[in-house]
């Protein structure tokens, strides 16, 4: 059973996003702030982190930008993993603001995650981002201690922690 150190991103320069309007996954490109930078750097250097034997890290790069700092300082062999990316509030690729994506993700909070009966959303439901994480989790389980750099809502449908700081930890066993 590997112990599973979740880190939150660091603050995403989301205002770089916003003034050059990106949109879908284009807004998944913005890296970290300088505060972001630094949370990195102190969360490098955390205890929980100890003894940790890999980092996985989320694609998007505000996570994987993370996970280099972490690496750096730590010097673990990271690795990236597609299925720890964030909860995908549209999988049309139309939302084109931070305001239809908070929208999206209070329709998701209103129904627990989960479509209401009968009725479909065009965002991704809990229990298929819960399935991919664990998909990722469960090859790395013979470890005894992984650091996973992910976002709020794919750490929280494993771990059921609701709000998550910016490189903030949650520590969960597999």
Known sequence: ?????????????????????L????RDLVGLTALGVSQSEAIAVNAHLEGAELILSSPYT?????????SRFRDLHLS???????WVPDET????????????????R??????PDGETRVWETRSSLRA??????SRFAAHRKVVVVSHEMAIGSVTGAAEIE??????WNT
């Open 1 to 21: 059973m590997a112990q599973i150190v979740f880190v939150r991103h660091a603050q995403p320069d989301w205002p770089f996003a916003d003034a050059r309007e």
């Open 23 to 26: 949109r879908g996954a284009a």
């Open 62 to 70: 505000r996570a994987l930008q993370t996970a280099a700092i972490i």
């Open 80 to 86: 990236v993993e597609y299925d720890l990316r964030e």
């Open 93 to 108: 690729g139309e939302c084109d603001s931070f305001a239809a994506i908070r929208a999206l993700a209070e329709d998701f």
């Open 110 to 115: 209103l129904h627990a995650g989960e479509y």
């Open 132 to 137: 991919r994480v664990q998909g990722v989790l």
């Open 166 to 171: 910016f490189a903030g930890i949650v520590e």
